[in-house]
């Protein structure tokens, strides 16, 4: 009862920032995300572990991030540790006050059943990177239980493919106990308000996270998916 009352009340707090959110500098807003972003894991009771340089988040020089996906939580997780711009399927602005807190804050939307939205998509995230953000995309373009890692799309790679950029692959995992968990799972049909319960249920839950080390995007696209998706895998964190 004590997590659902926090929770109502740090999302009524958000939406109130929210609406002051266009008048603060970017700074200002990347540090309000973050700082959001760890109270919500609080109010959850999930720790966050970190293995890896977390010094490389804070470069200026813009990057895109690469991760698996397995649970709306994992873009908490993320901005826990480093604020910043995410890449979503168009279905995620259609939720309920998530969806409009996620337009607020920056979210670029993709239409992934649209080719013709992936070009106005790598525009926007090129635009970005040449301001010295940090980007970050699920290649895998869907949710999965966190065993495994499933296979990586390209395409989005070729925002940073053959140019003077690096790749920062971040691979992310739940456990309880010590012991792989699938309860931050957010797949099949599940709805959001049943996620949040489920994860509200647990007092034990830690999101794994291993940070590999920065690579030079000199490739091509298909190959910048491959070196990616297999030094999330190096992790160890998951089935083969």
């Known amino acids: 009862m004590l997590k659902t009352i926090l929770l109502i009340l740090h999302v009524l707090s958000a939406l109130l920032q929210l609406l002051f959110f266009i008048f603060l500098s970017q700074q200002k807003r990347m540090y309000l995300v973050q700082r ?79 080719l013709s939205d992936l070009k106005r998509v790598i525009q926007m995230i ?42 920062i692959p971040l691979a992310i995992q739940y456990q309880e106990g010590g012991r792989y968990s699938d309860r931050a799972a957010f797949i099949g049909d599940m709805g959001l308000i049943d996620s949040i319960k489920r994860i509200m249920q647990s007092n034990s839950l830690v999101a794994y996270v291993y940070l590999a080390p920065p690579i030079n995007a000199d490739k091509s696209r298909q190959e910048l998916a491959l070196q990616s998706r297999e030094a999330i895998v190096a992790s160890k964190l998951f089935d083969r």
């Open 126 to 167: 090129q635009s970005k990177i040449k301001q010295h953000q940090a980007i970050c995309i699920f290649p895998e373009g869907t949710s999965s239980d966190g065993r495994q890692v499933l296979e990586f799309r390209s395409n989005l790679f070729e925002v940073v493919a053959q140019t003077p950029h690096q790749i």
């Open 36 to 114: 959001w972003a760890r109270i919500l894991l609080a109010i959850l009771r999930v720790r966050v572990h970190v293995q890896g340089d977390l010094q490389m988040l804070d470069s200026d020089q813009g990057y895109l991030m690469v991760a698996n996906h397995i649970s709306w939580l994992d873009i908490h997780v993320i901005n826990s540790l480093k604020s910043m711009t995410f890449v979503a399927k168009s279905d995620v602005a259609q939720w309920p006050i998530f969806g409009w807190i996620a337009k607020q804050i920056g979210t670029i939307f993709i239409k992934r059943s649209q």
